[in-house]
Structures are given as structure tokens and as C-alpha cells.
């Protein structure tokens, strides 16, 4: 059984950053991605990276200014925001699934299996 606890949202003036935290237990995935969808609009995967090679994946939209990264000794996978802005502002969710392509993590919403309650970012 896998659970994702994210954590580290807030409100930051526009220009300034956060760090998302996902605590992950349980081991049945081999990929995790940050989502996040704002009020009207569809969720978005905006980073996402393989656990087994630290392969990583970005939205062109926060490409340079976001950072996924992976801690394996906490069992935790962070979102650096850097430069944000108010397109940001959204609620973002951690994300696991599981790949049988090696370092291949899926695009959509809909191919991820586990996914946590949200943390919510407001850019102003």
C-alpha cells in the first residue's frame, strides 16, 4: 500500500520560492510526479522523475525554474519553485505509479495509481 503526504505549500510574493515535500511509504512504484491543477483548469504533471534512475521531466512552463529531486535515505521527493509567479499559484499533488519501461514516467493524470491530498501554493 503505498501514501503520499505532501507538505511545504504556502503563499510567496511573486519572484519568490517554496520547496513541496512528498513523503512516500510503501514501494510498489518506480515513478513520482508533481501535479497541480488551479481553479477551472485541468491538472498539469509540471516535474516527475524515475526513482530507479533518476531520470527527470518538466512542463515547459516551469522548465530552469522548477527542481525535482529525490532523497532515498528520508523516502521523500521535493519540488524546488523558484521564480514563481501567479500562473503558479495551484493546488499540487505528489504522484506514484509504476512503469515496465525503464525511467519512463507517464504523462497523464490518469496514469498514476496513488496520488496525496494536495498542498496548496499561492503566488501574489
Known amino acids: 500500500h503505498v501514501q503520499l503526504v505532501e507538505s511545504g505549500g504556502g503563499s510567496v510574493q511573486a519572484g519568490g520560492s517554496l520547496r513541496l515535500s512528498c513523503a512516500a511509504t510503501?514501494?510498489?512504484?518506480?515513478?513520482v510526479a508533481w501535479f497541480r491543477q488551479a481553479s477551472g483548469k485541468e491538472r498539469e504533471r509540471v516535474a516527475a522523475?524515475?526513482?530507479?534512475?533518476?531520470?527527470?521531466y518538466y512542463a515547459d512552463s516551469v522548465k530552469f525554474r522548477f527542481t525535482i529531486s529525490q532523497d532515498n535515505a528520508k523516502n521523500t521527493v521535493d519540488l524546488q519553485l523558484n521564480s514563481l509567479n501567479s500562473d503558479d499559484s495551484a493546488m499540487y499533488y505528489c504522484?506514484?505509479?509504476?512503469?515496465?519501461?525503464?525511467?519512463?514516467?507517464?504523462?497523464?493524470?490518469?496514469?498514476?495509481?496513488?496520488w496525496g491530498r494536495g498542498t496548496q501554493v499561492t503566488v501574489s
Open positions: 504522484a506514484a505509479g509504476t512503469s515496465g519501461v525503464r525511467d519512463h514516467c507517464g504523462q497523464s493524470a490518469a496514469w498514476y495509481a496513488y
Open positions: 510503501g514501494h510498489r512504484y518506480n515513478c
Open positions: 522523475i524515475s526513482t530507479g534512475g533518476g531520470v527527470t
